[in-house]
């Protein structure tokens, strides 16, 4: 089966600048998880979906950081304005259901200058 | 919240040796246990994983124990490859409630097995 896709791979931009990341879970699964992996730490989980819903956004920054399921199927993640200790790894994973096996996409690198 | 913590950060063994990293957990609610493998610029994959309810899982020269009382858990790799090189995370997840199928992760051990 085709893994979770992530878009764009690498992106850098400019303090106080928006950026926005893509991903495309695998068919079928209901759960969708956006992570921020700084270097050198375990990924960190930003918001949960469950279909089009959110289940769990309690450690998203939401004055800056926001995010969408529409129609329960892509998502995306949205960054503005962008900080300097933003800069990491977003990964998208997804799984059958909350509570199962997640599946992780390639992540996007995001430099902050 | 939940709070996992891994050991070592780094660990290096000479190719066949045995691998073993250590988590522990705060959150006695804490039911499911994955581990993960990170290459290089590469997405995190499960290599094994361990419910509550089990006390050992073995898939070839992979092992996780779990001691629920101590709340730990450990990643066992024997006959070490240096393809086994990677960064290894640990995780907890609880069951229920609001946070059910968010992983905690450990900081991460970076394995090195020279040839």
């Known amino acids: 089966e085709a893994g979770v896709a992530q878009s764009p791979r690498y992106k850098i931009i400019e303090k106080r600048q928006s950026v926005a990341f893509w991903c495309n879970p695998i068919s079928g699964h209901a759960t969708l998880y956006w992570y921020q992996q700084i270097l050198g730490q375990g990924p960190k989980l930003l918001i949960q979906?469950?279909?089009?819903?959110?289940?769990?956004d309690s450690q998203l920054p939401k004055d800056r950081f926001s995010a969408e399921r529409l129609k329960g199927v892509d998502s995306t993640l949205k960054i503005q304005p962008a900080k300097l200790e933003d800069s990491a790894v977003y990964l998208c994973?997804?799984?059958?259901?909350?509570?199962?096996?997640?599946?992780f996409g390639p992540g996007t690198r995001l430099t902050v200058l | 919240g939940e709070n996992v913590e891994q050991h070592p950060s780094t660990l290096s063994v000479q190719e066949g040796d045995s691998a073993v990293i250590k988590c522990t957990y705060s959150?006695?609610?804490?039911?499911?246990f994955p581990w993960y493998k990170q290459e290089l610029g590469k997405r995190p994959q499960l290599i094994i994983d361990?419910?509550?309810?089990?006390g050992e899982k073995k898939d070839q020269r992979i092992a996780v124990t779990l001691n629920k009382t101590a709340k730990h858990f450990s990643l066992h790799i024997t006959e070490t490859q240096p393809e086994d090189s990677a960064v290894y995370f640990c995780a907890a997840s609880k069951g229920r409630g609001s946070t059910l199928g968010r992983l905690y992760f450990g900081r991460g051990t970076q394995l090195t097995v020279w040839p």
């Open positions: 979906f469950q279909n089009n819903g959110v289940v769990d």
């Open positions: 361990i419910r509550s309810n089990v």
């Open positions: 994973a997804s799984s059958l259901d909350r509570g199962y096996e997640q599946f």
């Open positions: 959150d006695s609610a804490s039911n499911y």
